[in-house]
Each structure stands twice: as C-alpha cells, then as structure tokens.
C-alpha cells in the first residue's frame, strides 16, 4: 500500500473512497482535513447532484444543483489549491473542478443521454474500453484543459442544452462537425484530473479502472506506474 494520503470529500456511499484507496490511505473526515491539509497527497470529490450553473455564469436550464454542496466543496478546493495539492473527481466531482478553475464550463442536459448504462471510451493515449456511466450533463474543457479521453459515440450540437455561445462548442468538434464528448481531462498547471465516467463503479482490475488509476497516480503523484 501506498504511504499517499488521500481526503475525499463527501464520500455518501464509501465507494469513491474504497476505489482511491487502492492509491493510499483513505481519510474522509472533513475536521481531520481542514485541521491539516498540508498533511494529505491527493483530494478527491465525488459525484452526485449537477454542478450550480450560476458558479461558470450561466442561466439554469436543465441542472438538478445543490448550492449547499457546490460551497461547501468550493471550501475545500481552494484550500487544496492554497496547499498546492493535486485533485481529483469522478462524475460531478470532475465537472466541479472544471468549473472551479474558472475557465470550464457545462452542456446542461445531453437530450441523447450517455447516461444508465454502458458505452465506449476513447483515450489519447490509444486505448479503447467500455465505460459505466449515468451522467446526463457534459464538461465544456477551458484554457489550459488536456481532453484525455472522449466517448466513442458522437452528438449533434443540437442534442445539447447550452447557455453559452455555440463558439464554445468549436474545439470539440471533430472532422465531420459531431461533438466530441468529454470522459477525462486533465489542467497540467492546476494538476486537476477528472473522469466523466464511475471507475468505482467497475472491477477494480477492469481496464478503464485500471486506467483512471495509473493515470490518478502519474499525473498527481508525479509517477509513473502503480504503487499499490
């Protein structure tokens, strides 16, 4: 087992932090956290209700969002980024730090859900496995943003709920003019890492868990196989 240690926020179902916990010790006590962050490796959040549209200066159109939640978590990022300690999510955890870096924004509804079962992922780096999913919203990357893996299926731009400018959309269009939908990415400078899709819902020895692991552990710890 790794020496890494590693908070995650809101931890509802014990899921998230038993699929981090194969990366180092798991602490989900949030006085353990803010009495001493500089003590942890990695924070992590999970998924749940829709990021507030009102965080990324949208008008709400289709989200289901929690504000509550969404400040609550906003604690915890920022003193993560005071600390200078690498993130991590799942789901709405990823599009919550995309939305906290203050460049990424949300599709609020994808009116052809991804969502409720099983599809095909497509990584950067060459790799091709079937993902779990039950998200219906989708991560408008910002400046800075590595997209490290898109859905195999393509939508139209019209199957989206945007409140943006449709020029936002541009870079994730591909030769054909279909959008691209996000399934990891990655803000190198920020050192944020987030899949769109639930690894903790698969086998652990799964390849896609397998994959948001290593890729976990590379990109925020600095290394370049497992530990664990």
């Not at 005071?82 to 509804?109: D, E, K, Y």
Request: proline share 3%.
């Amino acid at each position: 087992m790794s020496s890494k240690l590693i908070y995650v926020e809101n931890d509802y179902d014990s899921l998230y932090g038993k699929f981090w916990g194969n990366l180092g010790q798991i602490c989900r006590s949030r006085k353990d956290f803010l009495a001493a962050p500089e003590k942890f490796d990695l924070v992590c959040f999970s998924g749940g209700e829709d990021v507030s549209p009102s965080l990324y200066g949208h008008e709400n159109l289709a989200s289901g969002s929690n504000m509550t939640r969404d400040l609550r978590e906003k604690e915890i990022f920022e003193i993560a980024m005071a600390h200078g300690l690498p993130v991590s999510g799942i789901c709405r955890g990823a599009q919550f730090l995309n939305v906290m870096t203050g460049r990424g924004r949300m599709i609020q509804h994808l009116r052809k859900s991804h969502g409720g079962g099983h599809h095909r992922c497509e990584t950067t780096d060459g790799k091709v496995f079937e993902v779990t999913s039950s998200h219906h919203q989708m991560i408008v990357p910002g400046e800075g943003c590595e997209v490290l893996a898109w859905a195999e299926k393509r939508l139209e731009i019209k199957d989206l709920v945007y409140g943006g400018p449709e020029e936002d959309l541009e870079a994730l269009l591909d030769e054909n003019g279909l959008v691209k939908v996000t399934e990891a990415i990655w803000y190198p400078e920020l050192r944020i890492f987030g899949t769109q899709f639930h690894g903790e819902w698969m086998d652990v020895g799964s390849e896609a868990a397998q994959w948001a692991l290593q890729m976990t552990e590379k990109l925020c710890f600095g290394e370049k196989e497992m530990t664990t």
